[in-house]
């Protein structure tokens, strides 16, 4: 039998959507914390656009770029920003994220080469360097620093090898948002290496007790050639399904990952792009209205957790995520049954009380677990005593 490619041989599925998967095959009714999907719907004014969008389209295919129609409102997204620098000639759609940054890595990464990243983080990162084949220099981030890269660790961590250095604010899985005057030192660090630099904004609009959320663009608008911004409809219109993403760079980049998509998916599909552009060019209030309720329910949500035994978080600053450690609940049991690692914290608690949380070690974190507050009130709430009850039961 012939074998598969050694980078897929030993490739692993998403362990995230592995846990979705179990979510989908319980037989009981679960109160589902662990997926990372915003909790809200699309305005009726982006369904509308995907409705003329299907029933005006010819069946051709489309830009490997992105649609022009797109591009232009994605552009004036980027100039709303304040980041008037960018033309469409700088500019890329893809099938989400997720699929840009492959396609970047793709683009750049050289044998020998690495990727920097800050643990806990996106398992995603960890998974694509596997495939294109980088190494990953993992900088080890805790509660101590906000779970946020400080300049100095950032320093030390840089070596001739390091091609690509992720930066997320805010955090998955940890909501940490960095500030100006971090994202300013690291800037300063980063100026002195030639490097790419990957700034994986997904989340920028879900930032709480702050106007809006800084980034390494804004206060350090020297680097933009080396800056790779991602951005995605998925998290800040409620599209996670619709799968598009938005890629902003150098025109070489751009030119790279377009080249990529005319080899790979051709082009984005006209119905979700007609879809995003209406959501970037339309009334952003539903958007913001999201914002607020996550808001109100990250605190409801802290509220109910302070003082929970076994367990010790940090406040997340943004997106809608809150990472728990509960490395104190290591070791003891439930009904007899031992809690040797958060993996098995997640599965006791999924199974015996009908509640999906992430385990941290995915993101890099062991002894923690992630959950996502973006359900309902109601269902953050229930969650959130199920969560104490099964801490008070074990011991």
Same mark, same amino acid.
């Given at each position: %039998?012939?074998?598969?490619?050694?980078?897929?041989?030993? +490739?692993?599925? /998403?362990?995230?959507?592995?846990?979705?998967?179990?979510?989908?095959?319980?037989?009981?009714?679960?109160?589902?914390?662990?997926?990372?999907?915003?909790?809200?719907? *699309?305005?009726?004014?982006?369904?509308?656009?995907?409705?003329?969008?299907?029933?005006?389209?010819?069946?051709?295919?489309?830009?490997?770029? $992105?649609?022009?129609?797109?591009?232009?409102?994605?552009?004036?997204?980027?100039?709303?920003?304040?980041?008037? =620098?960018?033309?469409?000639?700088?500019?890329?759609?893809?099938?989400?994220?997720?699929?840009?940054?492959?396609?970047?890595?793709?683009?750049?990464?050289?044998?020998?080469?690495?990727?920097?990243?800050?643990?806990?983080?996106?398992?995603?990162?960890?998974?694509?360097?596997?495939?294109?084949?980088?190494?990953?220099?993992?900088?080890?981030?805790?509660?101590?620093?906000?779970?946020?890269?400080?300049?100095?660790?950032?320093?030390?961590?840089?070596?001739?090898?390091?091609?690509?250095?992720?930066?997320?604010?805010?955090?998955?899985?940890?909501?940490?948002?960095?500030? +100006?005057?971090?994202?300013?030192?690291?800037?300063?660090?980063?100026?002195?290496?030639?490097?790419?630099?990957?700034?994986?904004?997904?989340?920028?609009?879900? #930032?709480?007790?702050?106007?809006?959320?800084?980034?390494?663009?804004?206060?350090?608008?020297?680097?933009?050639?080396?800056?790779?911004?991602?951005?995605?409809?998925?998290?800040?219109?409620?599209?996670? $399904?619709?799968?598009?993403?938005?890629?902003? +760079?150098?025109?070489?980049?751009?030119?790279?990952?377009?080249?990529?998509?005319?080899?790979?998916?051709?082009?984005?599909?006209?119905?979700?792009?007609?879809?995003?552009?209406?959501?970037?060019?339309?009334?952003?209030?539903?958007?913001?209205?999201?914002?607020?309720?996550?808001?109100?329910?990250?605190?409801?949500?802290?509220?109910?957790?302070? $003082?929970?035994?076994?367990?010790?978080? /940090?406040? *997340?600053?943004?997106? =809608?995520?809150?990472? %728990?450690?509960?490395?104190?609940?290591?070791?003891?049991?439930?009904?007899?049954?031992?809690?040797?690692?958060?993996?098995?914290?997640?599965?006791?608690?999924?199974?015996?009380?009908?509640? +999906?949380?992430?385990?941290?070690?995915?993101?890099?974190?062991?002894?923690?677990?992630?959950?996502?507050?973006?359900?309902?009130?109601?269902? #953050?709430?229930?969650?959130?005593?199920?969560?104490?009850?099964?801490?008070?039961?074990?011991?």
């Amino acid at each position: %039998m012939p074998t598969l490619s050694p980078d897929l041989e030993f +490739a692993r599925f /998403c362990p995230i959507l592995g846990v979705v998967q179990k979510v989908r095959n319980m037989q009981q009714p679960v109160i589902d914390l662990g997926v990372g999907v915003p909790g809200f719907l *699309p305005a009726p004014h982006i369904v509308n656009a995907a409705i003329e969008a299907a029933s005006e389209h010819s069946g051709g295919y489309g830009s490997s770029q $992105g649609d022009a129609a797109l591009l232009s409102a994605y552009l004036g997204y980027l100039h709303r920003q304040g980041y008037d =620098f960018y033309t469409t000639h700088n500019l890329v759609a893809g099938l989400g994220a997720k699929h840009l940054l492959f396609s970047v890595l793709r683009a750049i990464i050289r044998p020998g080469d690495e990727i920097l990243v800050s643990t806990p983080c996106w398992p995603t990162y960890f998974d694509i360097a596997d495939l294109v084949g980088a190494g990953v220099v993992d900088v080890v981030c805790t509660a101590q620093t906000g779970f946020k890269m400080t300049a100095q660790a950032l320093e030390q961590a840089l070596s001739d090898n390091v091609r690509v250095v992720m930066l997320n604010s805010p955090g998955n899985p940890t909501g940490a948002v960095y500030s +100006a005057q971090e994202l300013m030192a690291l800037a300063q660090v980063l100026r002195e290496r030639d490097v790419w630099i990957i700034s994986d904004d997904v989340y920028q609009r879900f #930032v709480y007790d702050m106007p809006n959320c800084p980034s390494l663009l804004s206060v350090a608008p020297d680097l933009r050639d080396r800056i790779i911004k991602i951005d995605s409809v998925s998290k800040i219109y409620g599209m996670p $399904g619709w799968r598009v993403g938005l890629l902003a +760079a150098n025109e070489r980049i751009a030119t790279a990952v377009t080249t990529l998509n005319s080899n790979s998916i051709s082009n984005l599909p006209p119905i979700p792009a007609a879809a995003a552009a209406a959501a970037f060019n339309g009334d952003q209030g539903f958007s913001y209205a999201a914002r607020d309720r996550l808001a109100r329910q990250r605190q409801a949500l802290l509220a109910e957790l302070q $003082g929970a035994p076994h367990l010790s978080f /940090c406040a *997340p600053a943004g997106a =809608f995520y809150l990472f %728990m450690d509960v490395r104190q609940a290591l070791g003891k049991s439930l009904r007899g049954s031992v809690i040797s690692d958060d993996e098995r914290f997640c599965s006791l608690l999924l199974d015996e009380y009908g509640v +999906a949380l992430i385990p941290g070690s995915f993101f890099g974190a062991p002894g923690h677990a992630r959950l996502s507050y973006s359900g309902t009130a109601e269902q #953050v709430l229930a969650g959130a005593q199920r969560i104490k009850e099964f801490l008070t039961a074990i011991a």
